[in-house]
């Protein structure tokens, strides 16, 4: 059989793979008992607050906003309010589809996934783009991977206040480490962070581990150490297989009842408000408008970027085509990055593949053969989220191949000013040649670990890209045709210098331009780090909350 048929062959299988890997694997059991139980769950009550004006509105309730309603209102004096287009649920009360470690991507339900997908392009088809509708936000549906971003990361950056060195601090406060390198860590923090052992990983991920090992790689014993360039066991914010999303960590029962914060969920923000060039307020999906001396975007790349286009608020041309009067002529969705994510499916041998949770467990992080300023451009995740029944022996893993420092980037803008509209994605995967090399290069090392024992012993046969397959061109339109997203999208209103004409916020993230707005979350930063985007957006926020006497 001829390459050409056998890819054809394999375009069913490659497509499904892709869309029920990592982040969507359990899309399949949408409607299942425990979609539909989830349905039914009972959600928390929270009081609507009054029309009185407030102090500081935050819009969003994920990873950056949780945090900033936590902080600001530890000040009794001011008022905040913290608005969320999803459903809020007690700290305690969250379905298992949102609280099961083993479960990502919330099954696709949309009741708590926004369900949006990005533009076809040089990638043939469109990617889901999962992101969290709920009271925590996306770290409500993530894999809880908790690494932070590199210092070569804040380094490239080059941002005064903004180095490594000075985050440090604001990683520490968020974190309550364990099973780790202590004293790169803090203890006493909001968010409960756990090395995994090589004890706490399935037989799968430990094959993985020393299959990896003998290919030539070190065992890390800290991914946040100096040299993170090996592989082992991830640190995750998980206890008792309870995925610890920061409506749980930051939202306590003790916070959630302060009077001076007030909780608004199923509330979707159409546009913040203006007099002159400050912002007074924000309007509301159903045209109510309420009113504060400070409004914050913390609705993620996609959400918080919409809002701001909408607000009058993006490149001139672009809000003139839509008929929405201009705020302020700023970049805003020009920068888009997120990390494009490839799939190396095996069918396993029933008899050996044992236990199957933790789903992610254990990653390879390192570097590309031409990779920069000491970058680690490359993940190799071995992870049981797969659709099973897809398998000739029905069961099966993937080893989940990351291009962690893309060159290529894309665009958020809006199909039209209807806030209920998903925003236009672009994600431009692999437009840049180098992001195809580099891809490759993690392809054939992830291959080359599964054919090495003893992970090679658990395995029946290769799925993705599938036996035989081999060339450039042939891994390339495997690529093409099953390729996902690693769902960390930022940089959709990055902060920079005075001057950069990428600019949308300042240092402080401070909406140029204008007074009275910020966005603190992924959209400020200047580009994707190499590394899952949660833990590095607490941080921001914390340090971003800092600000605030």
Sequence with gaps: MDGNKRNSGNDLTRRTVLASGVAAVATLAVGSHLSHAAQHSPREKINEPDQAAVDVIIVGAGSAGAVLARRLSENPKRRVLLL??????????????????????????????????????????????????????????????????????????????????????????????????????????????????????TPMQRAFIDATVTSGYKVVADFDGIDANGVAPYPMNIVKGVRVNTGIAYLTDAVRARPNLQIRPDSLVNKVLFSDQRA????????????????????????????????GIGPKNDLNNLNIPLVADLPVGQRLQDHPFYYNAYAARPDKIGSQSPVIGAKLWTHSSSAENGDLDIHITATHLFPHEQSPTKVGFVLAVALTRPLSRGKVTLADSDPYSAPRIDLNFLGEEKD??????????????????????LIDSELNPGKGTSSDEELLASARATLDTYHHPTSTAPMARPGDKHAVVDLQGRVLGVQGLRVVDASILPDVPSVATNITVIAIAEKIAGLYA
């Design 84 to 201: 969320e287009a999803g459903h809020s649920f007690k700290p305690a009360g969250y379905p298992r589809i949102l609280a099961s470690s083993d479960i990502v991507g919330a099954n696709g339900n949309p009741e708590f996934e926004w369900g949006y997908k990005s533009l076809a392009g040089y990638i043939d088809h469109p990617i889901g783009a999962l992101r969290g509708k709920v009271i925590g936000g996306s770290s409500a549906i993530n894999g809880a991977v908790a690494i932070r971003s590199r210092p070569s990361d804040f380094k490239r950056w080059n941002l005064p206040g903004w180095s490594y060195e000075e985050v440090l601090p604001y990683f520490k406060k968020l974190e309550s480490h364990s099973g780790g390198q202590s004293e790169l860590h803090g203890h006493d923090g909001p968010l409960p962070v756990h090395q995994l052992s090589r004890d706490e990983v």
């Design 280 to 311: 007074v307020g924000v309007q509301m999906a159903n045209g109510e408008k309420i009113l504060a001396n400070e409004v914050i975007l913390s609705a993620g790349s996609y959400g918080s970027a919409s809002v701001l286009l909408r607000s």
């Design 436 to 457: 195809r090399e580099r891809l490759l290069e993690g392809i054939r090392l992830a291959r080359k670990i599964g054919a090495t024992r003893p992970l090679g012993g």
